[in-house]
């Protein structure tokens, strides 16, 4: 009996977790902004002269941005507790 404890394995985490998930809908919202070409695909409200098709597209760049970086702080937070915390 003593050997079957020795080859037992530690419990599995979770793949799919919350924070996961979150990260995956942080990556997935730019694309879906922007592949919905008819939600934005008009010239008013313009912006500064802007027509409204531009700026939309080009307002999503920084937004974009942040969300990758939420994203990556998610998953290496989560990364770094799953290997005890030691992690920087």
């Known amino acids: 009996m003593p050997d079957a404890q020795l080859h037992e394995q530690p419990p599995r985490q979770p793949v799919v977790t919350p924070s996961r998930v979150i990260a995956g809908l942080c990556l ?3 694309f ?3 592949l919905w070409v008819d939600s934005y695909s008009r010239i008013t409200p313009t ?3 802007i027509p409204f098709f531009y700026w939309y597209q080009m307002a999503w760049v920084p937004v974009a941005a942040l969300l ?3 994203a990556y702080v ?3 937070r989560e990364e770094r507790q799953r290997k ?3 992690a920087k």
Do not use: D, W
């Open 47 to 49: 912006f500064i002269g």
């Open 74 to 76: 998610l998953v290496r």
């Open 68 to 70: 990758t970086y939420i």
């Open 32 to 34: 879906v902004a922007l």
């Open 28 to 30: 997935l919202a730019p």
């Open 84 to 86: 005890g915390g030691a």
